[in-house]
């Protein structure tokens, strides 16, 4: 499609185009304001789209100059494409997560210093409690949870046990 009335005729609102994978579709309603964040259906629908074009273009027209607001959405997860679009909107200071169903968010999360994320309201219970108080407790969590991480992929199996039991050949 070329222009918003190439499909409108065909399209009866902007969950029909989302959720057939028209991905072309989907940044046209997007530049024409039809895609928001009025329906959690669609913006799950555009997060899952894994096209990091399409998640910047929507997540750029939900921003105001500093702020980017993704409260009251249902998020059960906040996938990796999200993160990665978000450290790419430097000009954002401020995100709202808030009224969410996040259980924990992805440690990539972390590596935005400039960002202040609001998380009240979501269950986080993958998370210590101390850390849930705040982003400035969760951030720093999250990067010992990623450094940890990091060391666990060195450690070694080490198996004891007595002689002709089976352990090595």
């Known amino acids: 499609y070329e222009k918003a009335s190439d499909w409108s005729s065909d399209v009866c609102s902007s969950d029909l185009a989302l959720l057939h994978g028209n991905s072309q579709a989907?940044?046209?309603?997007?530049?024409?304001?039809?895609a928001t964040r009025d329906d959690p259906a669609i913006v799950q629908r555009i997060f899952e789209s894994e096209n990091d074009e399409l998640v910047t273009k929507f997540l750029t027209s939900l921003s105001n100059n500093r702020e980017l607001d993704l409260?009251?959405?249902k998020l059960k997860n906040l996938p990796i494409i999200v993160v990665r679009c978000i450290l790419h909107l430097p000009r954002i200071k401020l995100l709202n997560l808030s009224?969410?169903?996040?259980d924990t968010v992805p440690t990539l999360l972390a590596d935005a210093a400039h960002l202040d994320v609001n998380?009240?309201?979501?269950?986080?219970?993958?998370v210590p409690e101390a850390n849930r108080a705040s982003w400035s407790k969760m951030r720093p969590?999250?990067?010992?949870?990623?450094n940890r991480t990091v060391l666990w992929?060195?450690?070694k199996l080490i198996i004891v046990g007595d002689a002709?039991?089976?352990?090595?050949?």
Request: glycine letters at 10%; charged letters at 20%.
């Open 71 to 73: 409260s009251n959405l």
């Open 164 to 169: 002709g039991s089976g352990k090595t050949r």
């Open 119 to 126: 998380l009240s309201g979501c269950p986080l219970e993958l």
């Open 26 to 34: 989907a940044a046209i309603l997007i530049d024409h304001g039809a």
């Open 141 to 146: 969590y999250l990067l010992s949870v990623r």
């Open 153 to 155: 992929r060195e450690h």
């Open 99 to 102: 009224n969410n169903e996040l």
